[in-house]
């Protein structure tokens, strides 16, 4: 006997019960089960998704939103107005085995491959780290800082460094933003070097530049893409000259905590995490995460013009030592700034005129 019923979604589809059932043959059984196929609509997909993720996931809802959204290719607004629409065979395929991935720790930003930062997109793979909001205070600053450097030296084209770039999220926001800003004429945009001790860490940032900067500029007449190069090297190791100023986001957390963080299986490169790292890549004694940022302060000073200034991203629970380190470099006039949540995030120091 084969029943009938209609769902909430006033489509009808077939439910076949058959009390003898165990008495038909295995070639009846599969073409039957195989005449039949069903697929989960959006709505369906998005309340069972977030019920398997409760368990492994902060932000269950979050995650099976943006999954959908780069599956679908929709808006917010898509996605709601069509919950109702059905999946398609292949859309469903990729969107379980997404979900299981994230069950299994890994960020849906190393899933889709992209992640938004300071409203412009980035590629992501797990040779680099994942943007954070938090960085976005230590980019929003270099901006305001850049363009007050700018307007007090109107004859001098700024230089920038961006050490420990990964995916050039910090050099190519704040350059973005200083075009975007119309403020700054497009010759007189400073010049960026983005450093990292990883290869395939810069390929990412070239990638992420070419998306960003390629054929911008003013009537097309200047790709911005030639206002940024890339370096690969130890810290400074390959960098034998000054900058007007040095953005970084190193390594920063302590080796024992980078090891909890690594557990959860969010994949993430180690590279990019554990600050206590000797320069040699031995792991340091010492359980601070500071030992990268040891090496690095006096680098930065010496690799600071006279009168330039660094920002520098660190952990709440080793600003200040990362501050008194600044200090004992040579740098001034420090300053924290705290993030979203309050926490001491980004260190300021200038380099005094004449030294």
Known sequence: ??????????????????????????????????????????????TESIKNLTQTSPSPALDVEVLLLHALGFTKTELLMKRDMELSEEKEEWLNEA????????????????KEFYGYDFLVTPAVLIPKPDTEILVSRAVELILEKIEANPDR????????????????????????????PQERLPKFTLVDISGPALEIARKNAEALLLGAGADGKENLLERVRFVQSNLFEQLPYQFDLVLTNPP???????????????????????????????????????EIIRNLMPQIYDHTVSGGFFLMETG?????????????????????????EGQERVLYGEKKAGM
Do not use: W
């Not at 979900?99 to 992209?114: D, M, N, Q």
């Not at 080793?318 to 740098?331: I, Q």
């Open 1 to 46: 006997m084969v029943e009938f019923v209609e769902t909430t979604t006033l489509k009808v589809i077939a439910v076949a019960i058959f009390t003898d059932f165990d008495r038909l043959n295995d070639h009846t059984k599969y073409t039957f089960k195989s005449s039949i196929s069903f697929f989960m609509t959006i709505q369906q997909f998005k």
């Open 99 to 114: 979900v299981e991935r994230r069950a299994a720790g890994l960020p849906v930003a190393y899933i889709t491959g992209h």
């Open 157 to 184: 084209l700024l230089t920038v460094c961006d050490m420990c770039t990964g995916s050039g999220c910090i050099a190519l926001s704040v350059l973005k933003s200083l075009y975007e800003s119309e403020r700054v």
């Open 252 to 290: 920063y957390v302590p080796s024992s905590l980078t090891d909890e963080l690594l557990k959860d299986g969010r994949s993430e490169p180690r590279l990019a995490l554990d600050g206590d790292i000797t320069i040699t890549g031995d792991r340091a004694e010492s359980d601070d995460g500071l």
């Open 316 to 340: 709440e629970y080793n600003m200040r030592g990362a501050e008194n380190l600044s200090y004992r470099a040579g740098f001034r006039n420090t300053q924290v700034f705290t993030d979203l």
